[in-house]
């Protein structure tokens, strides 16, 4: 099995078609199973799309130019089996609403949406959701947090929030930007229960997803690992490797995807 993660920072800017035609195309050439995606933008005042192998999860429905519909009717155009789910939280940029989604080739059994910040607000961009999906009878989740010191919504609320979700679940993949470190404090909560594929991966690159500073890391010129894929087991794990970096596939975002292959 195959895992990608990538936030997409998809405003619609000049480059918005050469990010679908980059990310489609790389999702056809390594064939991931499941994919996690982050800021997945749609323009807010756009109509609703009323047919489409995007499902919509909350109250926000799939828009045209949803930035994972785009990518989903791309793939749709090889005939290919992915569909997906997206999740809308927030507004962003003053034009869009911002959101989760999971795309997969595998059948979706159940989707779930968890809040983990206190408060629900579509004007907030704190506002923060998990998005998680039942593929495979293992539970995947699309997570964007906030930063570690955040003074409305810091990180280890929010990590609290997912952790009650999960206490029941087996088979648990978290997949995102989750703003933290490995040298921080959020990074040790998160592997006292959670594995880091990175570092249980027998091959690997240098691991680093924010080459620069970018918002919320503001003059924080240092290259980051801040996009993770962690699992509740100790899996074996074939290779983690950053694509969208410019050497392995174009650069489409302030982000660098991570790329996971299952032994």
């Given at each position: 099995?195959?895992?990608?993660?990538?936030?997409?920072?998809?405003?619609?800017?000049?480059?918005?078609?050469?990010?679908?035609?980059?990310?489609?195309?790389?999702?056809?050439?390594?064939?991931?199973?499941?994919?996690?995606?982050?800021?997945?933008?749609?323009?807010?005042?756009?109509?609703?799309?009323?047919?489409?192998?995007?499902?919509?999860?909350?109250?926000?429905?799939?828009?045209?130019?949803?930035?994972?519909?785009?990518?989903?009717?791309?793939?749709?155009?090889?005939?290919?089996?992915?569909?997906?789910?997206?999740?809308?939280?927030?507004?962003?940029?003053?034009?869009?609403?911002?959101?989760?989604?999971?795309?997969?080739?595998?059948?979706?059994?159940?989707?779930?949406?968890?809040?983990?910040?206190?408060?629900?607000?579509?004007?907030?961009?704190?506002?923060?959701?998990?998005?998680?999906?039942?593929?495979d009878g293992a539970w995947f989740y699309s997570l964007h947090f906030?930063?570690?010191?955040?003074?409305?919504?810091?990180?280890?609320?929010?990590?609290?929030?997912?952790?009650?979700?999960?206490?029941?679940?087996k088979g648990v993949w978290l997949?995102?930007?989750?703003?933290?470190?490995?040298?921080?404090?959020?990074?040790?909560?998160?592997?006292?229960?959670?594995?880091?594929?990175?570092?249980?991966?027998?091959?690997?690159?240098?691991?680093?997803?924010?080459?620069?500073?970018?918002?919320?890391?503001?003059?924080?010129?240092?290259?980051?690992?801040?996009?993770?894929?962690?699992?509740?087991?100790?899996?074996?794990?074939?290779?983690?490797?950053?694509?969208?970096?410019?050497?392995?596939?174009?650069?489409?975002?302030?982000?660098?995807?991570?790329?996971?292959?299952?032994?």
């Amino acid at each position: 099995m195959k895992l990608l993660t990538f936030n997409t920072h998809s405003i619609v800017d000049k480059d918005y078609e050469k990010k679908i035609d980059v990310l489609s195309s790389a999702i056809l050439k390594h064939a991931p199973n499941v994919i996690a995606l982050q800021e997945v933008m749609q323009p807010s005042k756009n109509k609703q799309v009323r047919e489409n192998s995007l499902l919509s999860s909350l109250n926000i429905p799939v828009k045209e130019d949803n930035f994972a519909y785009r990518v989903l009717k791309r793939l749709n155009e090889h005939s290919s089996s992915y569909r997906g789910v997206y999740l809308g939280i927030k507004g962003a940029y003053g034009a869009y609403d911002e959101g989760l989604a999971i795309i997969t080739n595998r059948e979706i059994t159940s989707s779930e949406a968890t809040q983990l910040t206190e408060f629900n607000d579509y004007n907030n961009y704190k506002t923060r959701f998990a998005l998680g999906a039942r593929i495979d009878g293992a539970w995947f989740y699309s997570l964007h947090f906030n930063w570690w010191d955040d003074k409305d919504a810091p990180f280890v609320n929010e990590w609290n929030a997912i952790r009650e979700a999960l206490h029941s679940k087996k088979g648990v993949w978290l997949m995102g930007d989750f703003n933290i470190t490995p040298s921080s404090q959020g990074y040790g909560l998160v592997t006292q229960k959670y594995y880091d594929t990175y570092m249980l991966a027998k091959k690997i690159d240098n691991g680093i997803t924010v080459p620069g500073d970018i918002d919320g890391w503001e003059n924080d010129t240092s290259k980051k690992r801040i996009d993770y894929i962690f699992t509740d087991k100790s899996v074996e794990i074939k290779s983690s490797n950053t694509v969208f970096n410019g050497k392995d596939e174009a650069v489409i975002s302030d982000h660098f995807g991570v790329l996971v292959e299952r032994g």
